[in-house]
């Protein structure tokens, strides 16, 4: 089920497979992938941003029953003070009865000293707040947050998915002559390197990374600057390529400088120089040792002539 879903995903956001591989002989092709691990430690990431987005939306739901509590306490409070105004005006003495209850007796105590005045101005703020809102805010409230609760709930399989899909677009191919990166789901990153540009391959580990057993290759390029830039400007450079969190980091960082030097060795150009052939690491191998074959050979005639003109001289 989830193949059939990741190839349809793939064929939506047009995403192939699997990328072409760099210049070089079919042989020498060696495809590495993103480690495990890396792949839990994305789910676990996953996991955790799930989680938060659960308790925002719980926590907005707090709060508009706390808001809709308050706002129906407010419009209670003005319907009996609205009542009891009127109650108070039909029940008025007279102007001189009233000075006369007014001398006699003593005011009421005020409650309202009582509280502090800030807390009495902000609370006297947002009553005049919920007093203005329209009858129809609380509705669309309720509305936006059962949406976002229903897409909450629709996108966790969908994000899962593309955890998994994005952990399997990590690519690093490697060839006797180049080698290509590519990583990414919706947004592509593709890089080629050629071996004649190279110049240094590094292998970075932090400490989670350490602890999971993963690892970053590093290889630098022609024009990549000096070693003293942070590493997130040297991610996005064009001149720095990254095998990120792979569990053989050293394997693919020994291949890496093998297979430089045999091509700095072997004296080849661009890949793109057709004139040139491809050889394999066999076939190499097989001409270093003709090579060496050839300079005994050399050796042994020229040892040969020298005892031939000494056998003559003293003849």
């Given at each position: 089920?989830?193949?059939?879903f990741s190839?349809?995903?793939?064929r ?5 497979h ?26 676990i990431?996953?996991?955790f941003?799930?989680?938060?987005a ?10 508009l ?15 009996k ?18 000075a006369?209850?007014a001398?006699?007796e ?5 409650t309202?000293?009582?509280r ?5 101005q902000?609370k006297?703020g947002?009553?005049r ?7 129809w ?15 909450f709930i ?23 002559r ?25 292998v ?34 064009l ?9 053989n ?18 004296g ?8 040139i052939?491809?050889e ?12 060496s074959?050839?300079d005994?050979?050399t050796?042994a ?10 056998r003559?001289?003293?003849?």
């Open positions: 089920m989830f193949n059939w190839q349809q995903v793939l939506l956001v047009r995403v192939p699997e990328p072409e591989p760099p210049s070089g002989a079919p042989g020498s092709i060696r495809v590495f992938r993103a480690g495990r691990n890396y792949y839990k430690l994305r789910v990431r996953w996991v941003t799930q989680i938060g659960a308790v925002g939306i719980a926590f907005s739901f707090v709060m029953n706390f808001l809709i509590t308050e706002a129906d306490e407010v419009r209670s409070t003005v319907v003070n609205t009542q009891r105004q009127q109650i108070t005006a039909a029940a008025t003495p007279p102007p001189e009865v009233a006369t209850v001398e006699t003593p005011p009421p105590p005020s309202a000293k009582k502090s005045k800030a807390e009495r902000g006297e947002f009553v707040m919920l007093a203005r809102w329209p009858t805010i609380i509705p669309l409230l309720h509305v936006f947050e059962y949406g976002a609760l229903l897409l629709a996108q966790i399989p969908f994000s899962f998915a593309a955890v998994r899909l994005e952990f399997e677009q990590h690519w690093y191919i490697v060839t006797d180049s080698l290509r990166i590519r990583i990414g789901l919706l947004s592509v990153r593709e890089s080629t390197m050629s071996f004649a540009n190279l110049q240094q391959v590094e970075s580990q932090g400490p989670l990374q350490r602890w999971l057993g993963l690892a970053d290759v590093r290889v630098q390029s022609a024009g990549g600057g000096g070693g003293q830039k942070d590493h997130e400007n040297l991610a996005d450079s001149h720095m390529g990254i095998f990120h969190s792979i569990e980091a050293e394997e693919v960082r020994d291949l890496i400088l093998r297979r430089l030097r045999r091509f700095r060795e072997a080849l150009g661009e890949p793109d120089d057709q004139n052939p491809i394999t690491e066999e076939t190499l191998t097989a001409r270093d040792k003709s090579n074959s050839s005994v050979l050796a005639h020229e040892l040969l002539a020298e005892a031939r003109a000494l003559n001289a003293l003849s």
